[in-house]
């Protein structure tokens, strides 16, 4: 809510990274090829987060059989 990202329906796959009280800390999702819907909470953009959750993303297109993504 902070960075104003709403889920949309078309997604076919979300991550969440939350912190040790279990708070969203960061999110992003894919639909077909293209990476979507990613940010990090303010408190913690500079933890290196989104590169986590990047790498994170590509991993289950890469188990489907995509290896390119936008």
Same mark, same amino acid.
């Given at each position: 809510?902070?960075? %104003?990202? +709403?889920?949309?329906?078309?997604?076919?796959?979300?991550? @969440?990274? =939350?912190? +040790?009280?279990? #708070?969203?800390? %960061?999110? $992003?999702?894919?639909? %077909?090829?293209?990476?979507?819907?990613?940010? !990090?909470?303010?408190?913690? +953009?500079? &933890? $290196?987060?989104?590169? #986590?959750? !990047?790498? &994170?993303?590509?991993?289950?297109?890469? =188990?489907? %059989? @995509?290896?390119?993504?936008?």
């Amino acid at each position: 809510e902070r960075l %104003g990202l +709403q889920l949309e329906k078309s997604v076919e796959y979300t991550l @969440t990274l =939350r912190d +040790q009280s279990g #708070k969203i800390i %960061g999110t $992003g999702s894919f639909e %077909g090829k293209v990476l979507k819907c990613i940010g !990090v909470d303010p408190d913690y +953009q500079e &933890a $290196g987060l989104s590169g #986590k959750i !990047v790498s &994170a993303l590509i991993e289950e297109p890469r =188990r489907r %059989g @995509t290896f390119h993504y936008f």
